[in-house]
């Protein structure tokens, strides 16, 4: 098993050859006192790929690069933001979250991180900055964050008066993260070769960074009511099988694909979910405009070298 693995890690360091100079840890950017190196992108590459179940290979290598260093860069400002506030670590919080993401065996988990010679405690320190880095947002946004259920009552009322019917999507759906460069339309169109080529699923196992690409990228039947006005434009627009043309969300592009679609008598509509999906939805939405728009000025106000 050893000798497996450390054949493993040779071959890891080949794939990393415009990261890696011989042995030495290289700087590939670095922020006020924070810094990246390459080995902490070839860290978040592996791990990123383990957790979503993907093959470790060059191609996915590559194609977790750009994602995996805006993620660490994301992660470094946020990290340089939080020294300024007294946000106590969430144990119980991180450990859930590890349970969760490992069908409770965190255990085995540390060993396969282990097994590819990755840093586990990197991996939960940042898992731990995410925590606070939301906990920090919604205090200092919250009056802007909170949304009453009251509120969303009313909407979901004043919607299905001018409804008889309502109609339901199955989805799935590719995300990626917008780098605001030219390169974004490199990326949609190996995207849309690969959907041609080999099929949505097999586009999100290779691009998708969502949470849902260890499902196929499948998001499930979601009510009309929840989704936005330009999904719904979208979609309205689309057949059973259709993948939409990208959509550009903030810092993400998004691909939909149009499953199936049903049309549901209002009085076999779930109310309670649909509420519930809706207070969430809405909270999802301010609580990213407000954290895009925070690391937004960090960006602007923390100076950020990078190094070839």
Known sequence: ???????????????????????????????????????????KIISSLILAKKQINQENINNFKKASLENLIQNRLKKIELKKYNIKKDDEQINLYLNSISSNNVEKMKNIFKDYDLDFKEFTDQIDVEF??????????KKKINIKPEDVDREISDKLKKQKNIVE??????????????????????????????????????????????KSGELGWINSNSLSKEFLKILNKMQKGQVSDPIMKQDKIIFLKLNDKKTSNYTNIDFDKLKNDLLVKKQNELFELYSNSHLSKLRNTNLIQYFK
């Open 1 to 43: 098993m050893k000798i497996k693995n450390y054949f493993f890690i040779i071959l890891l360091t080949l794939f990393f050859d415009s990261f890696v100079v011989a042995k030495n840890t290289k700087i590939l950017v670095k922020i006020e006192s924070e810094i990246i190196t390459n080995f902490d992108v070839q860290n």
């Open 132 to 141: 606070k880095w939301r906990k920090f947002i919604y205090q200092i946004y």
């Open 169 to 214: 999507y199955n989805l799935s759906e590719i995300e990626i993260l917008s780098n605001n460069s030219g390169s974004n339309l490199e990326t949609i169109a190996l995207i849309q070769d690969e959907i041609k080529v080999a099929g949505f699923e097999s586009a999100v196992s290779k691009f998708s960074i969502s949470s849902t690409s260890s």
